[in-house]
């Protein structure tokens, strides 16, 4: 592999900010300094004005495949991923079939090998057959580990009771990924739902749907003695509570509930606002902030799950849960930052240090010798519009178009290969599975 010389980036890492050259070597990041020459056969790219972040990791995102392919596959979905300065995602079971044994799951990394533009893993969906199995099935190489759903999936992966919860959560050792909706409350509210009018969707799915769930699990996670990690949190009672309960669980927010408020999503997107947890008030929003600023988030991701434009535009509630959003999830997080919601120490904790400080990764989310060399290259000054030629996702629509963002990333390097630089993406993808210190050790 052709050796590399990233030359006059602003090197952000481990709470420093200077220009510095990095010199990339067998896939891995092998010098960083200044003034550094190339030699011999090495590529120099220039990167002076451009900042130069750990590699951005999504640890939720839907590609679909296999069974549901008409909506997004493996490939157009990292391709999506890349295109937005994503290194690394890490994909969910809900797939037909479901990913729930380890044929499934060596058939998911089959598919995606050199296939998915970025470095993947593929989480296990726990399931009440498959409870007793998951201590093994969490070690497979590839793997995010378990995943359970208490609410808002249909058939074997819907873990909604206790019992059953207790015993997924008794096998095994690795963190558990939770969404976190209570079942039995959504089928009690069912009726709220009032057709053709998707705002009625928080009222079904209402604040204590989710933290009834959230209250649940953390109870069982500590009876369990087992770390959990709680995905896309819209309440801010959540994060209070959550805030607890450190020493078990993390959590994660995702850039459409900081972003979106509904007064304002629902009468000018209609279903295409439609995801779950809800998207729900700007009070939430502001109070999702609030959290955010207390340090209680460990990640941002950006359960990317797109459906087709046929599908949702027939009439709430038949209409499917779930918008795009890994392509986005940067650019949306850099316009916040520009505004001065957030540190540029805080968005490299959220997309890049968050992720292998909860999931063990091994060699990637930091800047240093050693490591991956996994950059996300972004010009922070870059006033640009979201435009649906600019989406790679199969569903191509977004709930963010036509929106008017500053920062934009320039550059996706993955293990020193240039995958997109420009908007332009590598003639061929490279993806290989994400490495864990739980399954190489």
């Given at each position: 592999?052709?050796?590399?010389?990233i030359?006059?980036?602003?090197?952000v890492?481990?709470?420093t900010?200077t220009?510095?050259?990095?010199?990339i070597e067998?896939?891995?990041?092998?010098?960083i300094?200044?003034g550094?020459q190339?030699?011999?056969?090495?590529?120099e790219?220039?990167?002076e004005?451009l900042h130069l972040?750990?590699g951005?990791?999504?640890?939720?995102v839907?590609?679909?495949e296999p069974?549901?392919?008409?909506k997004?596959?493996l490939?157009t979905?990292?391709?999506s991923a890349?295109?937005?300065g994503?290194?690394?995602v890490f994909?969910m079971?809900n797939?037909?079939?479901?990913t729930?044994?380890?044929?499934r799951?060596a058939?998911?990394l089959?598919?995606?090998?050199?296939?998915m533009?970025?470095?993947?893993?593929?989480y296990?969906?726990?399931?009440s057959?498959n409870?007793?199995?998951?201590?093994e099935?969490?070690?497979?190489?590839?793997?995010?580990g378990?995943?359970?759903?208490?609410?808002?999936?249909?058939?074997?992966?819907?873990?909604?009771?206790?019992g059953?919860l207790?015993?997924?959560?008794a096998?095994?050792?690795r963190?558990?990924?939770?969404?976190?909706?209570d079942?039995?409350r959504?089928?009690?509210r069912a009726?709220?739902r009032?057709?053709?009018?998707?705002?009625?969707?928080p009222v079904?799915?209402?604040d204590?749907?989710?933290i009834?769930?959230?209250r649940r699990i953390?109870?069982?996670?500590r009876e369990?003695k087992?770390?959990?990690h709680?995905?896309?949190i819209t309440t801010?009672?959540?994060f209070?509570l959550?805030?607890?309960?450190k020493d078990?669980a993390?959590?994660e927010?995702?850039?459409?509930?900081l972003?979106?408020a509904?007064e304002?999503?629902?009468?000018?997107?209609?279903?295409?606002a439609?995801m779950n947890?809800?998207?729900?008030?700007g009070?939430?929003?502001?109070g999702?902030w609030h959290?955010?600023?207390q340090?209680v988030p460990?990640?941002?991701?950006?359960d990317?799950?797109?459906h087709?434009?046929e599908?949702?535009?027939?009439?709430y509630p038949d209409?499917?849960?779930?918008m795009p959003?890994?392509?986005?999830l940067?650019p949306?997080?850099?316009?916040h930052?520009h505004h001065?919601?957030?540190s540029m120490?805080?968005?490299?904790?959220l997309?890049?240090?968050?992720?292998q400080?909860?999931?063990?990764l091994?060699g990637?989310?930091?800047?240093?010798?050693?490591?991956d060399?996994?950059f996300?290259v972004?010009d922070?000054?870059?006033?640009?519009t979201?435009?649906e030629?600019?989406?790679?996702?199969?569903?191509g629509w977004?709930p963010?178009?036509?929106?008017?963002?500053?920062g934009?990333p320039i550059?996706t390097?993955?293990?020193?290969?240039r995958?997109?630089?420009?908007?332009t993406?590598a003639d061929?993808?490279i993806?290989?599975?994400?490495r864990?210190?739980?399954?190489?050790f």
């Amino acid at each position: 592999m052709q050796a590399k010389l990233i030359k006059g980036a602003t090197v952000v890492n481990e709470g420093t900010s200077t220009i510095q050259d990095v010199l990339i070597e067998n896939g891995r990041i092998t010098r960083i300094g200044q003034g550094l020459q190339p030699t011999g056969n090495c590529l120099e790219i220039n990167a002076e004005g451009l900042h130069l972040l750990p590699g951005v990791i999504d640890d939720q995102v839907h590609f679909r495949e296999p069974g549901l392919t008409h909506k997004e596959d493996l490939e157009t979905g990292s391709r999506s991923a890349v295109a937005g300065g994503v290194t690394a995602v890490f994909e969910m079971p809900n797939t037909k079939p479901n990913t729930d044994t380890a044929d499934r799951v060596a058939d998911k990394l089959a598919r995606a090998h050199h296939r998915m533009w970025c470095d993947h893993a593929f989480y296990v969906g726990a399931t009440s057959s498959n409870a007793e199995s998951l201590k093994e099935l969490e070690r497979i190489p590839g793997t995010a580990g378990v995943k359970i759903f208490m609410g808002a999936s249909t058939g074997d992966l819907l873990v909604a009771d206790d019992g059953a919860l207790a015993r997924v959560l008794a096998s095994g050792k690795r963190r558990v990924a939770i969404h976190a909706e209570d079942e039995f409350r959504m089928n009690e509210r069912a009726d709220l739902r009032v057709s053709g009018d998707p705002s009625s969707h928080p009222v079904w799915r209402d604040d204590e749907s989710a933290i009834l769930a959230t209250r649940r699990i953390l109870r069982l996670a500590r009876e369990a003695k087992r770390r959990i990690h709680i995905l896309h949190i819209t309440t801010p009672a959540e994060f209070e509570l959550i805030a607890q309960h450190k020493d078990i669980a993390t959590c994660e927010v995702t850039p459409q509930h900081l972003t979106l408020a509904g007064e304002e999503a629902y009468p000018r997107l209609g279903t295409y606002a439609q995801m779950n947890p809800p998207i729900r008030s700007g009070a939430h929003r502001d109070g999702l902030w609030h959290w955010l600023a207390q340090g209680v988030p460990d990640v941002v991701g950006s359960d990317h799950a797109p459906h087709t434009i046929e599908e949702k535009s027939k009439t709430y509630p038949d209409t499917p849960s779930g918008m795009p959003g890994v392509q986005t999830l940067l650019p949306l997080l850099l316009d916040h930052m520009h505004h001065g919601r957030l540190s540029m120490q805080r968005l490299i904790d959220l997309t890049s240090a968050g992720a292998q400080r909860i999931f063990g990764l091994v060699g990637k989310g930091r800047i240093a010798a050693g490591y991956d060399a996994d950059f996300t290259v972004v010009d922070l000054k870059k006033r640009w519009t979201v435009t649906e030629d600019w989406l790679q996702s199969r569903c191509g629509w977004s709930p963010f178009t036509g929106m008017e963002l500053t920062g934009k990333p320039i550059g996706t390097i993955i293990r020193g290969h240039r995958v997109m630089w420009e908007d332009t993406l590598a003639d061929s993808a490279i993806g290989e599975p994400v490495r864990f210190e739980a399954t190489e050790f």
